[in-house]
């Protein structure tokens, strides 16, 4: 059920803000002088390790894009988290295939890598894409060979625990297969919960002197079928930095933020003056009305049945992120503390 509360306040402030931008161009925002010193960190409610190392790397002087890459490295290291890189998720042939982009603000270049298999940091080759290619984008075989051409090595992503999560949702998938699933009692209760999961970690900071950056990596959705590219990817959709304006980037249903842009989108509110929790709360608007035209993927009562997060920064160093539906957090480094924060939402969870 759509939250009354949430949504009037959202368009109260989104029109006052909007005014504001009117009459002042936008150009409030984006005066470098405002931005002297607010660095900040912002990332997807999975990246509490990396909004504190990338800050680290801020306070260091370090890049933006080189912080936050080494912040989602951790994420992408630990076979904890099962949503991106080492023990993510693998696809319907229990292959882990990973996607990843990151963006520069400053030179305003992008680098991404997608259907990449046997390397566990997709990020690093992303950011070598941007390097070492006048290309944007690098898929499938060409993206290894390249990653192996600068001295990635191959191994094996899928972890145990991964694989009998892959196992047990191809047993349990049809009744009309040769595949028993295991009696109830011998179920793992701790397996069952990761049946239909999927997830992602974007990153997205500023530094000192107002530069931005931002990195999305995935193991894409658990179960998909090999080949599918999600957003995290697409510069425009899994992210977007314009160093004049802000940056924002994405985790959930990447199908949808695909057909929409939605990064851009987000990017592109905030060039019209809304905050970026406004600009996000936007973004996804856009993209719940174009989901009505897609029966499939709404619920009995007409909303989008699936999950989608932005989380944004302004050139001012503002941050906010939104989500369709309510529960959600994302982590934020302010440069003074490093900690989780509610998300901003469209509709609220029954
Ligand atoms: N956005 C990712 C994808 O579509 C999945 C996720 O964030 O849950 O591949």
């Given at each position: 059920m759509k939250d009354k509360y949430s949504r009037r306040d959202f368009f109260k402030t989104g029109m006052g803000i909007s005014l504001a931008a009117m009459l002042t161009g936008g150009k409030n925002l984006i005066r470098g002088e405002e931005t002297a010193g607010r660095m900040r960190v912002v990332a997807s409610g999975n990246g509490i390790r990396a909004t504190e190392k990338a800050m680290e790397l801020l306070r260091e002087g370090k890049d933006p894009l080189d912080a936050v890459i080494a912040g989602v490295n951790i994420i992408e290291n630990d076979?904890?988290?099962?949503?991106?890189?080492?023990g993510g998720l693998p696809n319907e042939e229990g292959v882990v295939e990973l996607d990843a982009s990151v963006m520069h603000g400053p030179t305003h270049n992008g680098g991404a890598v997608a259907?990449?298999?046997?390397?566990?940091n997709p990020s690093k080759v992303a950011k070598l894409v941007l390097e070492?290619?006048?290309?944007a984008l690098l898929v499938g075989k060409g993206a290894l060979r390249f990653a192996k051409a600068h001295g990635f090595k191959e191994e094996k992503l899928l972890t145990d625990r991964s694989r009998k999560i892959w196992l047990r949702r191809k047993e349990m998938l049809s009744d009309r297969d040769f595949w028993y699933p295991p009696k109830s009692e011998e179920l793992e209760p701790e397996l069952q919960s990761y049946i239909s999961t999927h997830g992602t970690i974007n990153c997205i900071a500023i530094n000192a002197k107002g530069d931005l950056a931002a990195v999305t990596t995935t193991s894409g959705?658990?179960?998909?079928?090999?080949g599918r590219v999600g957003d995290s990817p697409i510069i425009g959709a899994g992210l977007y930095v314009d160093n004049d304006v802000g940056a924002a980037g994405s985790t959930g249903r990447g199908e949808a933020n695909i057909l929409n842009c939605g990064s851009y989108q987000a990017v592109d509110f905030m060039r019209r003056g809304f905050s970026p929790e406004e600009a996000c709360l936007r973004a996804l608007e856009r993209i719940a009305q174009k989901s009505k035209l897609l029966p499939r993927l709404l619920n009995k009562d007409g909303l989008p049945r699936f999950g989608l997060s932005f989380y944004a920064i302004n050139k001012k160093g503002e941050y906010g992120g939104a989500s369709l539906w309510s529960g959600r957090k994302f982590a934020v480094h302010d440069g003074k503390e490093n900690k989780k924060k509610p998300l901003a939402y469209l509709y609220k969870r029954k």
């Open positions: 076979p904890n988290d099962i949503s991106v890189g080492y259907s990449l298999r046997n390397i566990k070492r290619t006048d290309h959705f658990f179960y998909k079928i090999p």
